[in-house]
């Protein structure tokens, strides 16, 4: 038997149809003592905004006919927690389907012609900021995959007075003796993005920086592909040749070192 429709899902959207859309999940959730997820589980599922705009036009649906046709409870489950992971399992087990055949039952889901276009709807509802939290996770990734070291850093060479055993050095005209060296500065907190930097540490040589990882951003932006125009499209495919180039290059010199320590170690 179907579960019972709960009460509060009707006075959720009361609230939001009260506020003509211009309340947040997490008012509504706080009212009623829901949780902010339960809240935008209900509003895609009924699609409180299309209710909304439509009853300004006189076009709009009771709440409990507003469905997409042709799905279940689950696979409405399903679709929501998939765009939020991407991962089929995770969201099968999610959405109620049993654990032990959860893997199957994803990949099945994902072949429903019905259950594909609600994920693309709901994907671009996403965009039209209906899903607050997973488009703010959706920048986040926009930002990894696009961070400049040079936003966290400035670097180059400058000249500075030599040191030796006694002090600072001195020419015959008592004119410091300067001496080139490279430098790198560290940007004050104030003034970057914490978001990108996944670790920051203080060692024997100075300031560690750690920015996090572009190429799964990369990976992760191309999972909504189909939703950037397509100048966005180039950048990030160009974004990824750029770091597939540079992993190559590395690779290469890596492998010589490795060569010669090995020819050294041979003749030793």
């Not at 399992?89 to 109620?96: E, H, I, S, Y």
């Not at 055949?101 to 994902?110: D, E, F, I, K, Y």
């Not at 039209?128 to 180059?156: C, N, P, Q, S, W």
Request: hydrophobic residues 35%; aromatic residues 8%; glycine residues 6%.
């Amino acid at each position: 038997m179907p579960r019972p429709r709960d009460p509060k899902r009707d006075e959720a959207f009361k609230l939001y149809q009260q506020y003509e859309g211009n309340i947040t999940n997490r008012a509504i959730a706080s009212e009623l003592g829901v949780s902010n997820q339960k809240i935008s589980a209900w509003k895609i599922r009924d699609r409180w905004k299309e209710a909304v705009n439509g009853s300004r036009n006189g076009k709009g649906k009771p709440v409990g006919l507003i469905h997409n046709e042709g799905l279940n409870e689950r696979q409405r489950l399903f679709c929501i927690y998939y765009v939020k992971s991407f991962n089929a399992t995770q969201a099968a087990v999610k959405a109620g389907y049993s654990p032990a055949s959860a893997h199957v039952t994803g990949c099945r889901l994902l072949k429903n012609e019905k259950v594909a276009d609600e994920i693309r709807r709901i994907k671009k509802d996403m965009i039209g900021e209906i899903f607050v939290e997973a488009m703010d996770v959706l920048h986040v990734y926009v930002k990894i995959a696009f961070a400049d070291m040079t936003d966290y850093v400035t670097f180059g060479k400058k000249e500075v007075q030599a040191v030796g055993k006694s002090g600072p050095l001195f020419d015959e005209e008592n004119k410091p003796i300067m001496k080139e060296v490279s430098f790198v500065d560290v940007k004050h907190s104030d003034f970057v993005d914490g978001t990108v930097i996944t670790e920051a540490k203080l060692g024997k040589e100075g300031i560690a920086i750690k920015l996090a990882d572009k190429m799964k951003a990369l990976d992760k932006l191309s999972q909504y592909f189909d939703l950037f125009p397509d100048s966005f499209k180039r950048k990030i495919e160009k974004e990824k040749l750029k770091l597939a180039r540079q992993k190559t290059e590395k690779d290469a010199q890596d492998g010589a070192v490795e060569v010669l320590i090995t020819r050294k170690g041979d003749s030793a």
